[in-house]
């Protein structure tokens, strides 16, 4: 039987469609990273566009450094990192920009650009991933991308981001070199950030350890470890009250010092204000009781969701990160890439440091944004898509099960 070969010409339409149909394939498997990448700018777009849209009081900060950068004699001139960030873009404006409008579209394109070739290196995100990145994108692109210190803020996370890039195999060096770039913002930017850097050391140093502990349960060895970071705070604090007094006071009555005139400002709706009254500024216990509940309502802002429909965007952004967050945090032992493991030591030192300052949940969530460089490291990884997520859940139901059954054997 004589074979039937294909007419001339046809093997190499054959070729061509197997060509595309593989094109297309990977297209596919890489649909939602596609997606992002084209509506990204979109999503920048949108954005700038509400940013025309919103009351002044959102851009209070940004309008009082454009002010200072444009030499404004009619906007009184803070002192401190309004100084520094007022000189930085004075610098760097080498196109003449006046207006918030110009200094908003130029900042969008130029770090919204950064962004895009983040994500270029990110693995493919599921829908759920693809969906907070869009969100974390329209955020920056409202809050962040703009003149003022926020965008500043940004870019020493972004020197973070490529100190973790770097192909050095030594992660200890990689986190003390991501530390003194946080000290130095302290030194040139804001001071708080000094300690910041000091709380990644520790908190690097409390994961490695517990991280290498085979032993405790899952939830034992979060527990623990969560308690010990907060033990942390409180022995932070307990050794400033004695070696650096200064700064302990500094520490202290900051909260109250910035909500000072603000508890009565129909503007402030957002406030943190203690839960436990007294004065948190001379005594120790109650600043620390305080800091813990603070701890749980910025992570947890349900209070913010009752301010309005308008707040439920930062509500549900906020959730999100607290979501992945504590899902990374309780597989320590399973995470394979140190970079990630490194991003989550640095986010957390941000973290703890967060909650001594933060005046607001407005605030909170908008500086937290800045530090996107890290904190899309902790998101858009293989092990926080809903597939991995529904495994875990899966295991555990298997571990409780098998604990039960033990359980019933005893008492059998």
Known sequence: MLTRWPKPGA????LSDELELENKGGWWENRNKNAALILIFVTMLAAKLLTMLLPAKYFYDNNRILGMTNNDMNVDAWGGSYIVAADFFRIINIFG???MSQWSWFLGLALTLIVFFMVLRLPEPDMVQTIFLLACVGLLNIYVFNI????IQFLFFMAVYLILLVPIESSLLKIVLAAAVLYF???????YYMLIAA??????????????????????????TVATM???????MVMASVAMHSEYEQIMGIRDYSLTGREDDVDSVTIIKNWIGGDNSTNLPLFLLNYLINAVRMMIPFELALKGVQYLPFFFFQVAVTVYLVHLFGKLDEIQDNMQFLAISIFLGYVLASVLFEPDFGSWVRHEAATFPVLHLLVFSPNQRLSQWKRDISKLKKRVGRHSS???GVNN
Do not use: Q, W
């Open 11 to 14: 093997f190499e339409v054959m």
């Open 97 to 99: 920009f006046t207006s």
């Open 148 to 151: 003022g210190k926020d965008a």
């Open 185 to 191: 913002e302290s030194k040139v930017f804001r001071s």
């Open 199 to 224: 709380f990644v050391l520790a908190i690097y140093c409390i994961l490695i350890v517990f991280r290498r502990n085979h032993k405790l349960p899952p939830a034992v060895k979060t527990t623990i």
């Open 230 to 236: 907060y033990l942390l705070v409180c022995a932070m």
């Open 406 to 408: 033990v359980v019933a």
